[in-house]
């Protein structure tokens, strides 16, 4: 079975911090992983997506998430935090025989604090 | 580019009565659009696929008389909600696949639906 955990409801970080939002996969073969953002009353963002190759992704808004494929992590990190990141972070693992499913993880809040 | 659009963005409606959410790919052709549902401070369940042209497939679990979905055109997806109760209050996000797009969704700013 495909899924997503995200193990932390919230992440706080001062304005200026570097941030992490974890994520960690199960999946049978290679994943197909995605980080999503969410703001208020509004729908999902992408921001990046790992299917192949260099373990570092780089996406949108100064954020980047590196595969691990030894820890089945994906997290989602930004060398230095914006109040306006502040927003809801889905990460989704797209199903392996079923391109149309998406399982997203349960969701973090992140809190930047000037 | 890869806009979705979603129309209304609430409604109220009273219980008993039925209500259409329509969802529409902007600049793209949207072969599959998908209709899910979002509780507060949860996160979205999938409710059905739908494909241009052809029946909706959906999720275990959800109604299909209850929530119609129509996939007229390759740009507009509808999702009826019929004879609406007050646990049909959601939050409802559309997200759409383009005919040459195969790894990620684009999604509508969603609907917000109180039924009173």
């Known amino acids: 079975a495909q899924s997503v955990a995200q193990p932390e409801d919230q992440v706080n970080v001062a304005e200026g911090n570097p941030l992490t939002v974890k994520c960690t996969y199960s999946v049978s073969g290679n994943p197909y992983l995605f980080w999503y953002v969410q703001y208020p009353n509004r729908g999902l963002q992408f921001l990046l997506k790992?299917?192949?190759?260099?373990?570092l992704v780089k996406g949108s808004y100064g954020f980047e998430a590196e595969f691990n494929k030894s820890q089945t992590s994906f997290h989602l990190k930004k060398p230095s935090a914006l109040v306006s990141d502040s927003a809801l972070y889905f990460c989704a693992v797209r199903a392996l025989y079923n391109f149309n499913k998406f399982y997203f993880g349960s969701g973090t809040k992140l809190n930047v604090k000037p | 580019g890869a806009v979705v659009s979603q129309h209304p963005s609430w409604v109220i409606c009273k219980s008993g009565t039925s209500v259409k959410i329509e969802c529409r790919s902007l600049d793209f052709q949207a072969t599959t659009m998908f209709w899910y549902r979002q509780f507060p401070k949860q996160s979205l369940m999938l409710m059905a696929t739908s494909n241009e042209g052809s029946k909706a497939t959906y999720e275990q679990g959800v109604e299909k008389d209850k929530f119609l979905i129509n996939h007229a055109s390759l740009t507009l997806s509808t999702l009826t909600v019929t004879s609406a109760h007050p646990e049909d209050s959601s939050f409802y996000i559309c997200?759409?696949?383009?005919?040459?797009?195969?790894?990620?969704?684009?999604f509508g700013p969603g609907t917000r639906l109180t039924v009173t």
């Open positions: 790992y299917i192949t190759g260099d373990n």
């Open positions: 997200s759409a696949r383009s005919a040459g797009g195969v790894y990620e969704q684009y």
